[in-house]
Every structure is written in structure tokens, then in C-alpha cells.
């Protein structure tokens, strides 16, 4: 059974750091394109990034460049993002989603994800 399971959300200062964890089971991440969203209350969802097999290097939102890391545990079939310099405006509830298509398509290509994880909150406060 496919399954995303995200962790590494809580409670963090302004300028402060955090590193969130995406577990993937019942497929090989590698395989497939990992992006990772997130969703405050009353706005859009935000994809920050996403990494496929098909993409040379990661791809992050504009805004995210210089803040924002991907990495990844192939061994432990886990994708990482890795965020800095968080401001209250980061407060959200952070997802990371996977598509079948990666292995065959950029992500810009990808406009729809397939599985998604439960999410993590992230809170951005004093």
C-alpha cells in the first residue's frame, strides 16, 4: 500500500530552522516525483518543491530559493526538507506528495500529484 507519512513539524522561533521528514512505503521514492506542499488557512496551496528522477537537480518555488533544501535517503526511501530563515508567514500545515510520473516527466510537467501524506503543522511563533 502506498503511504506518506510526514513528520518533523512543531514549534519554531522566527529565523529559526527546521527539517521536515517525508517516510514513503509501498514504493520507491527514487522512482517517483516527491514534491513537497504546504496550506495556511484561507490560502492557496504552495508547492515549495519537488525532486524527480527526471530533473538533473530540485526544483524550488521562487520564493523558496536560498531557504529551502531538498535531500533524500534512498536507503531509507525518506525525502528531507530542510527550511531556514521561517517567518510567521510559514505558519501551515506542510504535505509532501509523490507522483507515479516522475520517472517519465520534469515536475514542472506534473500538475497533479498522486498520493499525499496526512501533513505536518508548522507553527512559526515566539
Known amino acids: 500500500q502506498v503511504q506518506l507519512v510526514e513528520s518533523g513539524g512543531g514549534l519554531v522561533q522566527p529565523g529559526g530552522s527546521l527539517r521536515l521528514s517525508c517516510v514513503a512505503s509501498g514504493f520507491s521514492a527514487d522512482a517517483y516525483a516527491i514534491a513537497w506542499f504546504r496550506q495556511a488557512p484561507g490560502k492557496a496551496r504552495e508547492r515549495i518543491l519537488c525532486i524527480s528522477p527526471n530533473d538533473k537537480t530540485p526544483h524550488y518555488g521562487d520564493s523558496w530559493k536560498g531557504r529551502a533544501t531538498a535531500s533524500r535517503d534512498s536507503a531509507e526511501n525518506t525525502v528531507y526538507l530542510q527550511m531556514n530563515s521561517l517567518t510567521s508567514e510559514d505558519t501551515a500545515v506542510y504535505y509532501c506528495?509523490?507522483?507515479?510520473?516522475?520517472?517519465?516527466?520534469?515536475?514542472?510537467?506534473?500538475?497533479?500529484?498522486?498520493?499525499w501524506g496526512q501533513g505536518t503543522q508548522v507553527t512559526v511563533s515566539s
Open positions: 506528495a509523490a507522483s507515479r510520473y516522475g520517472w517519465v516527466a520534469t515536475c514542472d510537467a506534473i500538475a497533479e500529484f498522486d498520493y
